[in-house]
């Protein structure tokens, strides 16, 4: 069966980085999209980033702003998310999803299967 594994999360600082990875089985990876989506307590599920299996990247410009970049290794079938300049409002749970789709989106209803999250906390 499908599964995905998140890794990499943390504390840190503003200003600070981390980088989230996800590891996948259960299916072919190198032809699905992957995405990655933000939860904070009281708020929707909502999508930073997503990865084509051509390595296309989609973007929340409000929330990555240039920071964060997300890519892949179909090899290691696993999709990261390299984050920069964090700052407080990036504090939450970090899920990567795949929507078992050869193109991207960044609505969550549109993801069957998801990982366990990596909670990141941003603060001094």
């Known amino acids: 069966q499908v599964q995905l594994v998140e890794s990499g999360g943390g504390l840190v600082q503003p200003g600070g980085s981390l980088r989230l990875a996800c590891a996948a089985s259960g299916f072919t990876f190198k032809d699905y999209a992957i995405g990655w989506f933000r939860q904070v307590p009281g708020k929707e599920r909502e999508g930073i980033a997503c990865?084509?299996?051509?390595?296309?990247?989609?973007y929340n410009v409000h929330s990555a702003r240039g920071r964060f970049t997300i890519s892949r290794d179909n090899a290691k079938k696993t999709v990261f998310l390299q984050m920069t300049d964090l700052n407080p409002d990036d504090t939450g749970i970090y899920y990567c999803?795949?929507?078992?789709?050869?193109?991207?989106?960044?609505?969550?209803?549109?993801?069957?299967?998801w990982g366990q999250g990596a909670q990141v906390t941003v603060s001094s």
């Open positions: 999803a795949t929507n078992l789709l050869r193109t991207c989106s960044l609505e969550a209803e549109n993801f069957i299967s």
């Open positions: 990865i084509t299996r051509l390595f296309t990247p989609t």
